[in-house]
């Protein structure tokens, strides 16, 4: 099976722009998560979504939105982006919720 | 909220000496999940722990969850410089539909 995906790989913005990152999960998988890797906060959560449904959100800013479609590839958008989103971002996928993740190569986010 | 604390933040060994990371959770875990993240790579999966005391082994690398279900380890024996990143461990509270938590992850770096 193909891995996770994710596009672009890499992103520079500038302040105030705004982004949309892709997330293909692993064919099968029903469940995509979403996290931010910074050098200085680690892996932190985003959104996890099951059945295009939201069902856990990270202490992040309204900034921060996500979707999940209903072929499981799921999107999430940053709006008026600020130095401070420059990050990995690394999406994850597994068949279900509480099973095993398997992340995806990252898009990594310039913001300048 | 839930926290996941893990220790030490960074590890430095001669190759062939051991290793051991230590992760704690502020609450009660259903299951721990550890990963590798290799420099510019992306966090891998390991393994997943569920029942309390259990201990896992893969070759050099050691598993354990603890009794109360809020702490687990890793610990690799004689280590090589293929071991070389950073182990993240990962955990969801036991109260249902709460997000998977990770620790800061532990940085491992080997002189050969």
């Known amino acids: 099976k193909a891995g996770v995906t994710q596009t672009p790989r890499y992103l520079i913005k500038t302040r105030g722009q705004q982004v949309t990152l892709s997330c293909s999960p692993i064919s099968g998988h029903r469940s995509v998560s979403w996290y931010q890797q910074t050098p200085g906060q680690g892996l932190q959560f985003l959104f996890e979504y099951f059945s295009e449904t939201q069902r856990n959100k990270g202490n992040f800013p309204g900034r921060f939105s996500g979707r999940q479609f209903s072929n499981s590839r799921s999107e999430m958008n940053v709006s008026t982006l600020e130095l401070g989103d420059s990050a990995l971002y690394l999406c994850a996928s597994s068949f279900m919720v509480e099973e095993t993740q398997y992340f995806g190569p990252g898009t990594r986010l310039l913001v300048l | 909220g839930q926290q996941v604390m893990q220790i030490p933040q960074y590890q430095h060994v001669q190759e062939g000496e051991d290793f051991t990371t230590y992760c704690n959770s502020s609450?009660?875990?259903?299951?721990i999940q550890w990963y590798k993240q290799r420099p510019g790579g992306h966090p891998v999966f390991l393994i997943q722990l569920v029942k309390s005391g259990e201990v896992k082994k893969q070759k050099r690398l050691t598993f354990q969850f603890g009794e109360a279900k809020k702490n687990s380890s890793l610990h690799i024996t004689a280590t090589q410089t293929t071991d070389v990143g950073t182990y993240f461990c990962a955990g969801r509270d036991i109260q249902g539909a709460q997000k998977l938590v990770f620790g800061q992850g532990t940085r491992l770096t080997i002189n050969p």
């Open positions: 609450t009660t875990l259903s299951n």
